[in-house]
């Protein structure tokens, strides 16, 4: 009697698979953020390029550690709420706040190594008595945006081999972190540049 297999495919978590990847981030370089708080008043901008060898796993912990505060209170209102009726207010609370509050912790601690390697350039741009102010890392800034949005681009176009582009990226940041001083020097003396707005 022949013995027959059968094979059972499990469906694909395609919203996790999206979410994961999202998290992961688009670029293995790091992340570009813009904070803005009302019309022109203030304007903060950060690059963080992660050391050579940072892994999808520690990016999706990065963006965790990055994203959690406010996702994981907005999470934890929502929760209380809708577990109001199951558990007393205080007990749900308490819940919420001690998962919330673990999250935070262990994702703390298991970026603390890559967050420390990492090179962050940041800017500052307010609106001051018609001028418009912007000071920290402003032309590192520039020039390192460019340099990676010429990078990506090359990649994207298929004129560069992954292991072209990871060497590349290599080079950048080597390149930057061995001027951590001159670039911590900027974002604390304030290096202003001035422009008229008209």
């Avoid at 395609?14 to 999202?22: A, H, N, Q």
């Avoid at 992660?50 to 999470?75: D, I, Q």
């Avoid at 999250?103 to 967050?115: C, D, G």
Wanted: hydrophobic fraction near 45%; proline fraction near 3%.
């Amino acid at each position: 009697m022949s013995e027959s297999h059968s094979v059972v495919v499990l469906p694909r978590w395609e919203f996790l698979d999206r979410l994961m990847r999202k998290l992961e981030g688009r670029r293995p370089w790091g992340y570009f953020e813009t904070a803005v708080l009302g019309r022109g008043t203030w304007m903060r901008e950060r690059l963080v390029l992660f050391p050579p060898g940072t892994t999808a796993a520690e990016r999706r912990a990065l963006a965790v550690y990055r994203h959690w505060p406010v996702a994981g209170a907005c999470l934890a209102i929502v929760l209380t709420i809708l577990l109001g009726g199951v558990l007393s207010p205080a007990l749900g609370f308490f819940g919420a706040f001690l998962v919330y509050g673990l999250i935070i912790w262990l994702s703390s601690n298991v970026t603390r190594q890559v967050r420390h390697e990492s090179v962050q350039l940041a800017t500052l741009t307010i609106l001051a008595n018609g001028n418009v102010l912007t000071y920290g890392n402003v032309d590192s800034m520039k020039a390192v945006r460019a340099t990676l949005a010429d990078l990506d681009a090359r990649m994207d176009a298929g004129q560069l081999s992954r292991g072209a582009y990871e060497a590349e990226r290599v080079a950048l940041f080597c390149s930057l972190a061995s001027q951590r001083d001159r670039l911590e020097g900027e974002l604390r003396d304030g290096t202003i540049a001035s422009d008229t707005r008209r």
